[in-house]
């Protein structure tokens, strides 16, 4: 049966190749994305790109305590920098997309790269907290919504069939960097004093602007053929902004399944030391648990990158069963810590290739559900939605932790938020079908959806 | 008459009350306990004139109730052996007898001074100020804090409220603020020093001064970097593919239409 739906689908696209080419009106975008080549240099791109964000972001706890006998602050005052960074890297995607859409990928990118450089420079002559908040939280922060998600984007245009494994690649420069800054900010930190610090890092950040110039574009501008250039600027800010997604059932869906995986994933990386601690473990135990679950993070991204790209599940079966399996050992790692170092070690591993493995998938599903054209302002959106299962997920956390006394009751409601979000993705249209659906966007006659081949490579 | 009849019974009922509810509870080795040298100590609670049965009996420390001391059962006298004497061993422990109403006898245990620098070398850049944290993790916890700067051989006192040093002390730390940072003058040792009453300690804290210029030149050397790299980048791009660059669609179609032509080739002849 597939074998034939293949063929039929292969000559479906050849047919609507020729028609595109053969037709006098101006072809808005390249049909085919070009797997490989320059793709994987974007993908190399994005490695440099995750480091010199998250990685760097994970890393800077060794400036924390600088910061805190500095300025005579306490140890949450001085993490606000961070919430703040992070905040304003979702809350502004959505307009670093809608640039995006405007004026291409490229400068904006390069753009976000300056600012990042800029406030991390700015932070170095900071003589206040407040000033650390503006310059690394605000100013940074908002250069790496302008860098992240757009290069997420500009490496998914470039890719279909290996989009997964693309992904996977780049994303591993967070858990490589995070393991690569710690000694290396600890240096710097000695060598120059945190100012001479911080001025290193703007100039370390400020090579992102050269992964900005690496982005070729492959598509253009979104086309306004559309909508007519003279309409209002509501209704074109609108489309830039992919706003009529939010009136969409799928994307909706979508959006409440990453809210509620948001509130759960993160609350491993935040209480995974001290519940082994008050385990009983020693520090040693506990680091070496934590380095140990960095390594099959590393390890799941790529393997499920891998595996997903072989094709032999749709890409949102196997971002449902990888959610599944975190959310049930989470839900497992009280009960193991019970049964002792190994339990906890075992279970802890597992949680964290499950956690690796739904990285890259979160992000590749997305123009399954919302089609090519669309999925740059998605991403942007969508990064704004998911700011509201961390803010939701963080706290909470904490809360059940500080009533229950023990972090058995955040775990099992992060493992519990897992499982709701992977029992949500069953509810997109077209879950159970074994092919890839056409996406609500080329219902109104937009250009074909890539689809997932299913031959082999 | 009545009224007063009354009363006298009432307040004689209250001091009935209060008086037998006054356990008396001997603690070993006493009151106060002055580990010094030892390597462990046994606490110990004996009670008599209990308001009540006794039901059982646990130890608290700071008022956190220790685990594994709960004990049950009428034993009116119960032990706690600190095995390991630390700094961390000193604070308030209690002996709480579970009675109507509980019996509680509180004994200090008090170590010698507990010193310890927040950090063992500080680095400040010239002209900021530098910062330097001495804590204590101990019971009782400093009364006095004293600053010196080594010079030589020896150790000069530092004052408190100069232009160039500032002292800000609190029980559990003393931070040391140097202004105006010189490169030859402040470099060096400091030490800290605090005493609880059982004994002054020490600390030692070695502070580096760096140039405000030492981080420009690797600054200045990234920027460069980057600038070489971007251009590079560009015009790389620019000899490479100078048609992909001015003009947009045309050559990717070409492109696009051979590969599906080729494509639909294979298909064919696989199938």
Redesign the interface.
């Known amino acids: 049966m597939r074998p034939m739906t293949t063929r039929w689908r292969e000559q479906k696209r050849s047919i609507s190749g020729l028609h595109a080419m053969t037709a006098k009106e101006p072809v808005k975008r390249q049909q085919q994305p070009p797997e490989g080549g320059w793709g994987w240099v974007v993908v190399g791109a994005l490695f440099v790109v995750s480091c010199l964000v998250y990685g760097l972001i994970r890393s800077l706890g060794v400036f924390f305590v600088e910061f805190v006998q500095y300025f005579g602050e306490t140890a949450q005052a001085v993490s606000w920098i961070t919430s703040i960074g992070l905040a304003m890297q979702q809350l502004f995607s959505p307009l670093a997309t809608a640039l995006c859409n405007m004026y291409g990928t490229r400068p904006i990118v390069m753009i976000g790269g300056l600012l990042s450089g800029l406030g991390f420079i700015l932070a170095s002559q900071a003589t206040s907290l407040t000033h650390l908040y503006l310059t690394m939280g605000l100013i940074s922060g908002i250069g790496w919504a302008f860098i992240f998600t757009p290069t997420v984007g500009a490496v998914m245009q470039y890719f279909t069939r290996r989009r997964s494994l693309a992904m996977a690649i780049g994303f591993t420069g967070v858990g490589l960097s995070s393991f690569a800054f710690s000694p290396l900010f600890q240096f710097l930190l000695e060598t120059y004093a945190w100012r001479g610090a911080l001025l290193i890092l703007g100039g370390m950040s400020l090579n992102m602007v050269a992964c900005g110039a690496l982005i070729r574009p492959v598509t253009f501008t979104k086309a306004m053929e559309k909508t007519v250039q003279n309409s209002s600027l509501l209704s074109r800010l609108s489309v830039y902004f992919e706003l009529p997604l939010l009136l969409q059932r799928p994307f909706l869906t979508y959006g409440a399944a990453i809210t509620f995986f948001n509130a759960g994933y993160f609350v491993p990386y935040v209480h995974l030391v001290a519940h082994s601690r008050t385990a009983g473990f020693s520090e040693y135990q506990s680091a070496f648990v934590i380095s140990a679950t960095g390594v099959t993070d590393i390890l799941g991204r790529v393997l499920s990158g891998w595996v997903s790209d072989l094709g032999r599940l749709r890409l949102v079966h196997m971002l449902c069963l990888w959610t599944l399996l975190l959310g049930l050992f989470l839900l497992a790692l009280p009960l193991g810590t019970m049964g002792g170092y190994a339990g906890l070690l075992t279970t802890s591993l597992a949680q964290g290739l499950c956690s690796g493995a739904m990285t890259p998938l979160v992000f590749a599903v997305v123009p399954e559900i919302v089609g090519m054209e669309r999925m740059l302002g998605a991403l942007g959106l969508l990064q704004l939605i998911e700011s509201i299962g961390g803010l939701l997920g963080a706290p909470l956390s904490g809360w059940l932790k500080d009533t229950t006394g023990s972090y058995s009751a955040s775990f099992a409601m992060a493992g519990g938020f897992l499982l709701l979000g992977s029992a949500v993705t069953t509810t997109l249209p077209g879950f159970c079908s074994c092919a890839v659906p056409k996406a609500h966007s080329d219902a109104e006659g937009g250009t074909p959806m890539t689809e997932e081949p299913k031959e082999k490579s | 008459m009545r009224l007063l009849w009354g009363f006298v019974t009432l307040s004689l009922c209250v001091y009935h009350t209060v008086a037998a509810t006054d356990p008396q509870i001997t603690a070993t080795p006493g009151d106060e306990v002055f580990p010094g040298n030892e390597t462990s100590v046994t606490l110990g609670c004996s009670i008599t004139d209990a308001p009540s049965p006794i039901k059982g009996s646990y130890w608290t420390k700071n008022g956190e109730k220790i685990k594994n001391t709960e004990t049950e059962g009428a034993d009116a006298t119960t032990e706690y052996s600190i095995d390991k004497i630390t700094n961390t061993a000193g604070g308030k422990y209690a002996c709480v007898f579970d009675t109507q109403p509980q019996s509680i006898k509180e004994i200090e245990v008090k170590t010698p001074t507990h010193v310890k620098p927040?950090?063992e070398?500080e680095?400040?850049?010239e002209n900021?100020k530098g910062?330097l944290?001495c804590v204590s993790h101990g019971y009782p916890l400093p009364l006095d804090w004293f600053w010196f700067k080594v010079t030589g051989d020896s150790e000069v006192a530092i004052i408190n409220g100069t232009e160039k040093y500032e002292i800000k002390s609190t029980p559990e730390r003393t931070?040391l603020y140097v202004k105006a940072l010189d490169m030859t003058a402040d470099m060096g040792d400091y030490v800290c020093k605090g005493d609880n009453g059982l004994g002054m300690a020490t600390g030692q804290i070695h502070l580096r001064v760096?140039s405000?210029l030492?981080?420009?030149w690797?600054?200045l050397?990234?920027?460069a970097?980057?600038i070489v790299?971007?251009a590079v980048?560009?015009i790389y791009?620019k000899k490479r593919k100078p048609d992909?660059v001015t003009d947009?669609?045309a050559p990717?179609?070409s492109n696009?239409?051979t590969?599906?032509?080729d494509?639909?080739v294979r298909?064919r002849n696989s199938?």
Request: hydrophobic content about 35%.
């Open positions: 927040y950090k070398s680095h400040g850049n900021d910062v944290t931070i760096r405000r030492a981080a420009l690797p600054f050397g990234i920027v970097e980057v790299l971007i980048i560009f791009e992909e947009g669609s990717l179609k696009s239409a590969n599906h032509k494509k639909n298909q199938n």
